[in-house]
């Protein structure tokens, strides 16, 4: 009897989260959609955004979502990817109890304390070794590479540590070094693994706010270069809801939209992935 | 993100309905830290009445206002066509000024040359100063009160260039301005400080004795609003605000006090 009232209470608190989530969802959509509409397509996918005056297009902050977003990849697959290699295959364990945690760690610190890091260091140091305003796209991939690094690392090192034993003793008999080992024998089986790390790095990249509002300069023109201000779909959001009301507060919430979608769509791809080992 | 707060506390206001017992005053995020010091000094003398003091933005503020969520909006615009049946309390005026690198040798800029560099017209130093370097031009985003009365006084129609970097604060543009010193930004008077330099605009500096004099053209107003005729704690509130000891401490704090500009 009292099992079944426990089960009954979890169960309905475990809907209760799928209906937040469903009300999120319902409200972000019923508050941007409309507006999609309203401007067409081809008006919500140009690069005028000027709400104020009527002008919806996000173009230039998907664009600068995207390119800060494959920056953070080009800075935190190589580092993170060989963080992971080293605690599964070359540390002893002891090392491995020390610096995983560690590394886990970084994901706690808030995104403002990184923020505040590229403007106070990484910012000045852009601007006096390469020129330009230092706000850039180069400071905000550096930045959120560093910030998935943990989520790399850690989904990387469990599959790494989940290929079967045999698989390297097997490798190793047949001549291979220990460097053709992992290349060729480990990587390969844990890959999965690896994608749906990065996957979920790039979602966090994707949605990361307050850091890349802090840095990247959030200039609406399109980047030509790295050195390039940049401006992303989240930062939009964040900087204009305070001050927006009507079709504006309508075009963020437009904004959004489209990003949920595009998260949903990253989640979709890694747990496809993860499942089909 | 403390913005963002505000903006969910006034949703959450908005659900609460008329049960509160203070004076509510929400509205623009430029007035609402001198509001905040008001209302301490209001608790002081009149300990019985619970001032809450929200940011939200102007437009915000005047909307809040029109469905009663707040008993006192602050604007720190001039009211549209269509706002102006609300009643209106003049309490301040408040200087915007230009302000580059402490190590800018500029002086002075025109308000056409200030026009063409955040257009993206002008974008070397080299003809205004003689220094080789792009200018880095910094403002407000779309929305905000501030970059919209400096679209409204100094580009006359011209639209802000999207090569600009956007800060979401006066704060944040001052910090940028005093760290990089190629840059140029927009700013409330009263924030500035010595880490930055204010430059004079058509040779007027923005100074206290240039703005009451009207000879510093680059002034807006903070406005008070209510939705009827104000009565009781808010009557109270806003006489308060009027008196000599308040407009004493906005006047300390780097704003104009209504009665010192001659209309």
């Given at each position: ?277 | ?12 206001l ?6 509160h017992?203070g004076i509510i005053v929400a ?12 209302a ?10 619970k001032v809450n003091v929200q ?15 707040c ?193």
């Open positions: 009897m009292k099992d079944k009232i426990a089960e009954r209470l979890l169960l309905i608190i475990a809907f209760s989260a799928i209906l937040a989530l469903l009300l999120i969802t319902f409200f972000i959509f019923e508050q941007g959609v409309p507006l999609i509409f309203k401007a067409g397509f081809q008006d919500f996918f140009s690069t005028n955004w000027r709400p104020m005056q009527g002008g919806f297009g996000i173009l230039s902050m998907i664009v600068g979502s995207l390119m800060v977003t494959a920056g953070a990849l080009i800075f935190g697959i190589p580092f993170g990817l060989a963080c992971a290699i080293f605690l599964a295959e070359f540390s002893p364990k002891s090392v491995q109890k020390t610096l995983k945690p560690i590394i886990e760690l970084l994901a706690g610190i808030p995104s403002v304390v990184y923020g505040f890091i590229g403007i106070v260091i990484l910012v000045p140091f852009i601007r006096e070794i390469f020129g330009g305003a230092g706000f850039s796209v180069l400071a905000a991939s550096i930045i959120l590479g560093i910030m998935i690094l943990p989520t790399i690392v850690s989904i990387s090192y469990d599959s790494l540590i989940a290929v079967p034993t045999t698989y390297r003793e097997g490798s190793l008999a047949l001549g291979a070094t220990k460097w053709q080992t992992i290349v060729m024998a480990l990587i390969p089986a844990a890959r999965s693994g690896i994608i749906a790390g990065i996957i979920l790095g790039m979602g966090r990249a994707i949605g990361e706010t307050m850091a890349v509002i802090m840095i990247a300069g959030n200039a609406l023109k399109i980047p030509h270069s790295i050195l390039d201000p940049v401006r992303t779909i989240t930062s939009t959001i964040a900087l204009e809801l305070g001050y927006s009301a009507g079709d504006h507060r309508a075009a963020l919430f437009a904004c959004g939209s489209f990003l949920f979608i595009i998260i949903i769509i990253l989640n979709i791809i890694a747990i496809r992935i993860t499942k089909r080992e | 993100m403390y913005r963002l707060t505000t903006v969910f506390s006034l949703v959450f908005l659900s609460c309905g008329q049960r017992s509205g623009s995020t430029s007035v609402q830290p001198f509001m905040e010091k008001i301490e000094q209001f608790i002081l003398k009149y300990p019985a009445i940011g939200g933005g102007s437009s915000a503020g005047i909307q809040a206002t029109f469905n009663g969520t008993d006192i909006g602050m604007s720190s615009r001039n009211l549209e066509a269509d706002e102006t049946q609300l009643k209106t309390v003049l309490i301040a005026y408040d200087g915007i000024a230009i302000i580059v690198h402490k190590d800018n040798p500029t002086e002075n800029l025109t308000t056409e040359q200030i026009r063409k560099i955040f257009a993206g017209k002008i974008t070397d130093w080299q003809g205004l100063n003689g220094i080789d370097k792009k200018i880095i031009s910094v403002t407000r985003e779309e929305g905000s009160g501030t970059r919209a009365a400096f679209v409204e006084l100094v580009m006359h129609g011209k639209l802000i260039s999207d090569a600009c970097l956007v800060q979401d604060s006066n704060g944040a543009i001052r910090e940028i301005v005093a760290t990089t010193p190629e840059a140029i930004g927009y700013i409330s008077a009263g924030l500035i400080d010595e880490r930055i330099k204010a430059v004079a605009i058509d040779s007027i500096y923005p100074k206290l004795e240039n703005f009451v004099t009207h000879r510093y053209r680059f002034v807006r107003p903070f406005l008070l609003m209510t939705k009827a005729e104000p009565k009781g704690n808010v009557r109270r509130f806003i006489d308060y605000v009027l008196s000599e000891d308040a407009q004493k401490s906005l006047k300390e704090a780097g704003l104009i006090p209504a009665q010192e500009i001659k209309q």
